[in-house]
């Protein structure tokens, strides 16, 4: 077995599976909070997603995309709670 | 040999990412939920990054990799912590269970406070 397909048999589909965990979050979280933590935690499965496809496809250039996304994803975040403290309690 | 340390790596980092998603829609309350998703996910990114600089073994890689693992230890705290506090301050109820609230027991906050929030058993101001 290479690699390549412990990569896209094994890793790619429990990566994905997480992925979709979160997105259930994203979707049914009660509060915009919950919602933000969900969104910040599929980023950092992008990253990841990005990361091992890489190596599955033996083509450094995904990291790129990897660090560009760890830089963006922090800035979104602390917007987010940015927004979520001025809004106040009763928004 | 190397190949090993990859597949441990690769399948040590996807094993914390899932655990992070699981722990993301299994935890009753907000804040266990920012805790499980910014520690799991920090150290799953980790160990994959570290396969992946494994696995090219080339100094361009081996830089981007050691800049995005430790510009995610610096962020991850810091973006949960961020929202924590801005879920708190914006109303987010505990657990029903939690038996600590020192941010609200300490008083300091407790103007901001308004008065649908339920009371815990150790807000009161000192």
Known sequence: ?91 | MRDTVIVLLLFGGTFFAFVAALGVVRMPDIYMRISAASKASTLGTSCILAAVALYFASTAVTGKVVAIIAFTLLTAPVAAHMLGRAAYFSGEPLWEKSTADELGASGAWCDSKSTNQPELPDREKP
Do not use: E
């Not at chain 1, 965990?21 to 933000?36: A, E, H, K, M, Y």
């Not at chain 1, 450094?60 to 917007?79: E, M, Q």
């Open chain 1, 1 to 91: 077995m290479t690699l390549a397909t412990y990569i896209s048999w094994c890793i790619l589909p429990l990566l994905g599976t997480g992925m979709l965990l979160t997105f259930i979050r994203v979707l049914r979280g009660p509060s915009l909070p919950d919602r933000v933590v969900a969104l910040d935690l599929m980023a950092t499965f992008i990253i990841a997603t990005s990361a091992v496809y890489s190596i599955a496809s033996n083509q450094p250039s995904y990291l790129d995309a990897a660090v560009v996304l760890a830089l963006i994803t922090f800035l979104g975040t602390v917007a987010f709670a940015y927004y979520l403290h001025k809004r106040g309690r009763n928004a």
